[in-house]
C-alpha cells in the first residue's frame, strides 16, 4: 500500500489536490485519508500518468551519438548496419538497460520494443521493473525458404520470452522487407498466439511508390485483403497514408505511433496526418524511434516535437492542442495494448509519474498539461510507480545501481565501436 | 581562483581530459595543475562554454502556458495584450527573476532582453549574476509626436540601468510598430551612446508583403538605406528574407538570432534560410523567444530544434550539423555582444556549464557535442560558472534562495491572471 498526499492530482477532469492510495497496483481509493505502510508527501508535486512510448529499438542507446547529420544510406550502411552485426545478445541486454534506466527517469512506464535478441530485452525490461512489448521480429526478403525459417525462429522466441513478466508481439519488419505472403503468416501468428503485432509502415515515401509500383494498390489496402489489420497492430510512424488508408485503420480498430522527432531527424518529407486521424477514430499514440535517430527516450521532448511539427507544417497553431498529445502519450498508449492504465482515476493501474513543481520550468502553474507538454524536461521527474511499485524515488532508480548500469553499457558501446574501426 | 580538476574540456579541437583554473574571471589556463583556494571535482563532468540566448522576452515566463494552441491575433488580444496592459516593474522583476533562474540552472551565462520595465529586468539580472543585455524598447505607431517622446523615454532608461552591471540596446520593435525615421534616428542613439540595437526582423509574410506593398522595396534593402544596418543590429527571427537581403545583413556584419520553437509554434510558415546565411557568413545565433511563445528558455531544447527544423524543412538531414548549433548558440551569440567568450579557450571568459555525464541520455560517449544538441534535457546542468563566479552548484542557485524567487513569480502570475479574469 502506498498513500501519496497533498499532492496535486492531474485527473481527466483537472487539477485536484487530493490523496491518492494504491493497493496491489492498482489506484484504489482517490480522497481517502487511508493508513498506509508506505507514505509519499507529495507537496509541491504533481501526480500524473506515465507515459506508453509505443516504438522503440531500445538497445540502439549502444548507438545514440554515434553517427548523425548523415544521408540515410549512407548512415545504414556504413555506420549502424556494421555495427548492428556485431551485436549479441550481453550488448543488447545492456544497451537495453541503459534505454531502461532512461525511460523511467523520465517518466515513461512502459515501451514497446523491435530488436535484435529479444530474450535479452525481456530480461532487462523484467529486471528494470518497466512494462513492455517485446517483438519477435523478422525479415524474408520475399525468399519463401528464408520466410519458413525466420517463421519458425520467431515463434520459438515468443515461446522463450512467455516466461518474462512482459507483453509480445510478432514484428515483421516493413513491406520492403517482408513479402505479403510473410505478413499474412504473421498476423495468424499472432491471432493463434493471442499476441501483439509491431510494425513499420508507410514511413517514406519512396517505401509508399515502390509499393504502389510493384502491386498497384495502396499499402493499407493491400494489408487488409491479407487480414493483415486488427487491434493488435502497432503501426509505427504512418507518414505517408491517403485518406482511404487512415479510415480503413480507423475501422479496423490499427494504432499508429507517431515518431515526430524520428521524422524530422531522418527527413521524412510530410507530418502525419492527425486531425484526419483523429476525425476518423484512429487510436494515435507517441514514440520515440531508437535513440540512434532521435536521439534520446524522452516522452516530454518528444510530445513537444509532435505539437509543433502538427501546428507548423499544416501552419495552424490551434491544431494538436496539448491535451491532445499528452493524451497519445499516455492513456492512448496504454489501450493499444489492452492496459487499463494512463489515467489518474480509481479501479486504474497504478502507472504514476510524481512531476517536481519547484523547477522554474514548472511555474506558474496556470495549466500543468501546457507545462508538461510545452515546458517540461526530465530533470522534472522525481518518482516513478510502476504497476504499485516504487521504481524511481527522488530522481534515483531504486531497483539496481544506476553507475554500473552505465558503466557497463558504455563499455559495450565502446567496444563494438572499437572493433568496427579496427576491422574498417 | 577556482581549478576545475578530472573534468572533460569540450575543446575546440575536440574533447580532452584537462584541468582549468580560471582567475579575474577568465580563463587562465588549461592542463595546469596550480593551486587554488576553490576546487571543484569535474569527475564524470564535462566542462562546456554557457549558453548565449539572444533573443528573449523574459518576464513573459508569467505567462507561460497561460494560453496556447491559439491562433495568433486571438491569442494577442484576447489573453496576451489584457495581462501586459497589467504590468508593473514589480511584476517584470519577479518574472525576469524566475526567468534568470529557469536560463542558469539550464546552463544560459547570458540573455538578450526586450519587455517592459527595462530597469527591472536589469536589477533581476545583476542580482541573478547573468549576463544580459537589456533592451529600451519603443513604438511609434507611425505618429511623429509619440516618436519624439518615445525616444525621448528610451534614451532616458537607457541612462538609467547605465548603473547597472548589464549591456544595453535600443529596440525599436519591427517596421510594423516603427516608422522607417524611428529606426533611423534608433540606429543614430544606438551609434552615439555605443550600444546595441535589438529587433523583429521578418517574423511572418504578412510583415515582409505589406512592407513591400507600401515601400515597394525589400525590408532590409530600406533597413541599408537609412543606416540601420551594423554589427550592433540583433535581428530576430529573420525567416522571410530574401538571398540578397541575407547577403547585405552579411556584408553590414548584422547577428541574427533564430527562434526555431516560436516560429513553429506561432505557425510563420517557413524555417529561416539558414543555409544561405552560412554561405554569406551572416553571424548566426539562436535565442528561445519569450516562453508565452515556447514555453521554456531552454537553450539545449532550442539547439535540438534548430537542427532537425531545418533537415526536415529542407528535405537534407545534413544541414545545421550539431557542431554548428553548438557554435550557433555558444561563440557566435557571445561575439555579437562583443564578448570574448563561447570557447574553453585560454583568455577567454570564465563562463563555463559543467554537465553531469551521470545522466542515462549522455552515455555512451561517442559524441559529446551530437549528446548536447540531439539528447541532452536540462538535468544535466550540474555547475553554472559567469564571469569566474559560480552561481550554480550541484544543480542548485547559490546567490538566492530559490523558493522564494518561485513564489513571489507565482504569486505575480496567479494576480495577473485573477485580475484579467474578474475584469473580463
Known amino acids: 500500500m502506498i498513500l501519496i498526499k497533498n499532492a496535486k492530482l492531474l485527473r481527466p477532469e483537472g487539477v485536484v ?3 491518492l492510495l494504491i493497493e496491489d497496483g492498482k489506484i484504489v481509493s482517490i480522497g481517502e485519508k487511508d493508513k ?20 522503440t529499438h531500445a538497445a540502439m542507446t549502444l548507438f545514440r551519438s554515434y553517427a548523425d547529420d548523415m544521408v540515410l544510406h549512407e548512415w545504414l550502411e556504413r555506420k549502424i548496419w556494421p555495427l548492428e552485426a556485431k551485436l549479441d545478445a550481453d550488448a543488447v541486454y545492456w544497451g537495453t538497460k541503459l534505454a531502461c534506466l532512461e525511460m523511467l527517469k523520465s517518466g515513461t512506464v512502459f515501451f514497446n520494443d523491435m530488436y535484435f535478441f529479444p530474450e535479452a530485452i525481456a530480461r532487462a525490461a523484467e529486471e528494470c521493473g518497466i512494462r513492455a512489448c517485446i517483438s519477435a521480429a523478422f525479415f524474408d526478403f520475399f525468399n519463401p525458404d528464408l520466410l519458413e525459417e525466420n517463421l519458425k525462429n520467431a515463434v520459438k522466441t515468443l515461446k522463450a520470452i512467455e516466461k518474462y513478466d512482459v507483453l509480445r508481439s510478432i514484428g515483421p519488419h516493413a513491406v520492403y522487407t517482408v513479402s505479403l505472403d510473410g505478413l499474412r503468416r504473421a498476423a495468424e501468428i499472432a491471432e493463434e498466439m493471442d499476441i501483439f503485432i509491431h510494425f513499420h509502415l508507410a514511413e517514406t515515401e519512396r517505401e509508399v511508390l515502390d509499393f504502389r509500383k510493384q502491386h498497384g494498390k495502396l499499402i493499407v489496402q493491400a494489408l487488409d485483403e491479407i487480414g493483415f489489420l486488427s487491434g493488435r497492430l502497432m503501426a509505427a510512424h504512418s507518414v505517408w497514408l491517403e485518406d482511404a488508408e487512415i479510415e480503413l485503420l480507423a475501422k479496423r480498430g490499427v494504432s499508429v505511433s507517431h515518431c515526430p522527432t524520428s521524422n524530422m531527424k531522418l527527413c521524412v518529407g510530410k507530418a502525419i496526418k492527425y486531425e484526419k486521424m483523429r476525425e476518423k477514430g484512429v487510436n494515435f499514440t507517441i514514440g520515440t524511434d531508437g535513440a540512434a535517430s532521435n536521439n534520446n527516450l524522452d516522452m516530454l521532448e518528444e510530445m513537444k516535437f509532435a505539437a509543433l511539427l502538427q501546428k507548423f507544417y499544416y501552419s495552424n497553431p490551434t491544431l494538436m492542442r496539448a491535451e491532445e498529445v499528452f493524451e497519445a502519450a499516455t492513456v492512448s498508449g496504454a489501450r493499444a495494448f489492452g492496459i487499463n492504465s494512463g489515467l489518474i ?8 509519474v ?38 524511481v524515488e527522488n530522481g534515483k532508480f531504486v531497483r539496481e545501481d544506476e553507475h554500473k548500469i552505465l558503466e557497463k553499457a558504455g563499455r559495450v558501446a565502446e567496444k563494438l565501436k572499437g572493433s568496427e574501426e579496427q576491422s574498417s
Chains 1, 2 share one sequence.
Open 17 to 19: 489536490e487530493e490523496s
Open 36 to 55: 498506509s505502510d508506505v507514505v509519499i508527501d507529495g507537496s509541491k508535486k504533481a501526480v500524473i500518468p506515465g507515459f506508453f512510448n509505443t516504438h
Open 345 to 352: 482515476e480509481e479501479g486504474y493501474e497504478a502507472d504514476i
Open 354 to 391: 510524481l512531476v517536481d513543481l519547484t523547477k522554474p520550468f514548472m511555474q506558474p502553474e496556470h495549466s500543468l498539461v501546457a507545462n508538461l507538454v510545452y515546458s517540461a524536461s526530465s530533470g522534472c521527474v522525481d518518482t516513478v510507480i510502476v504497476k504499485g511499485e516504487i521504481v
